[in-house]
């Protein structure tokens, strides 16, 4: 192990100050007790030669001041801190010490210097506790028992200049509704989420803000009620992933909503609880009504695609110049179903 140049700098030992300045010359190791085991532990390497060395040097008559409990772990710190980060766990017994009150006796004390590890205590201050650690909670249990089965349903895609916006398909989708109290533990503040309505209705949306609260456009009103109370004892689903835009975070769904309850008449820039509610969720002008005006406020015809999927693999296309007017036909076509589809298709080809 390394010699003694730098461990006391021109101050002497810095347990029992002997060697300082007007007290005798002085080289890196002492004339004391702490320099005798430090030149016995630098010879050997080992703490143990370190605490003998100080215990004879006391049975010799040198100096033993009364903090030499601390001495030879302080000193092998000192000695091997070039070499290892820390000591840990080290533990030494028996070790020599003077008395407390500075007077010199013939016997001595013996005491006990020890190093503890914090490493088991030591935690990262940067990552929150663990009871603050969100986690995506998973389906309940008897996710499949309380799914309601909806017959009929109309399936469609959208496309925006050949790009895929919109999408309701039973085969690669799941579209199961649930009654409320099965679709409430499902909602988390953000969600959109499709109450089934029927009697030729279209499907009406709201957006979930939390505490079984959800915000809606009703009529010509934006409105914050209980999911109960809208939902009037119709199913439910949610529906964040049928449009492809790029959704905002939780919280500002829930901002932009809050942000327009109560609402009215001329105030609303929407045409029906669809628009407002993905708007909501996903930010874009074109869910409002007029949001689709290019620079010289005309509007591109057949901009918009919506493809209806009927029974055989057949699809039939409808084109519309902006987003609002494909979602009120669609909107429209959904509250008929297949069945009203095809009777007003038939119908057309009649002619």
Not at 110 to 123: H, I, K, N, T, W
């Amino acid at each position: 192990m390394g010699g003694g140049q730098g461990w006391f700098p021109q101050r002497g030992c810095h347990i029992c100050r002997a060697g300082e300045s007007g007290i005798a010359p002085h080289s890196p190791w002492t004339d004391c007790a702490h320099g005798a085991a430090l030149r016995t532990a630098a010879a050997s390497g080992s703490g143990a030669a370190a605490a003998a060395a100080t215990v004879a040097g006391a049975a010799a008559g040198r100096q033993v001041c009364s903090l030499s409990s601390q001495c030879v772990p302080q000193c092998m710190v000192s000695l091997m801190g070039n070499q290892i980060d820390r000591i840990t766990h080290l533990n030494y017994s028996e070790l020599p010490t003077g008395d407390p009150s500075g007077i010199e006796k013939d016997e001595l004390r013996v005491g006990v210097a020890y190093f503890f590890s914090d490493d088991e205590d030591e935690l990262d201050e940067r990552a929150p506790p663990p009871e603050k650690i969100w986690r995506e909670p998973g389906p309940p249990k008897d996710s499949t028992a309380a799914a309601v089965l909806l017959l009929g349903e109309l399936e469609y895609s959208a496309f925006c200049c050949q790009e895929c916006i919109f999408s309701k398909l039973g085969g690669s989708q799941d579209l199961s509704a649930y009654p409320v109290s099965a679709l409430l533990p499902r909602c988390r503040a953000g969600d959109l989420l499709e109450l089934v309505r029927g009697g030729g209705q279209p499907a009406h949306w709201v957006v979930y803000v939390g505490a079984s609260r959800v915000i809606h456009l009703q009529g010509r009103e934006i409105r914050e009620e209980h999911l109960a109370q809208v939902s009037a004892g119709r199913a439910g689903r949610i529906v964040n992933t049928w449009y492809r835009y790029r959704a905002l975070p939780p919280d500002l769904v829930v901002h932009n909503a809050r942000g327009h309850v109560g609402l009215q008449g001329h105030e609303i820039c929407w045409t029906n609880s669809e628009s407002f509610a993905a708007w909501c969720r996903f930010g874009k002008r074109e869910f409002k009504a007029g949001g689709e005006a290019g620079g010289d406020g005309r509007l591109q015809e057949s901009r918009y695609l919506l493809k209806l999927h009927l029974p055989d693999s057949r699809v039939h296309t409808l084109n519309f110049p902006s987003l609002e007017d494909l979602i009120r036909e669609k909107r429209r076509q959904d509250a008929g179903g297949k069945v009203g589809v095809l009777k007003e298709l038939s119908v057309l080809n009649q002619k």
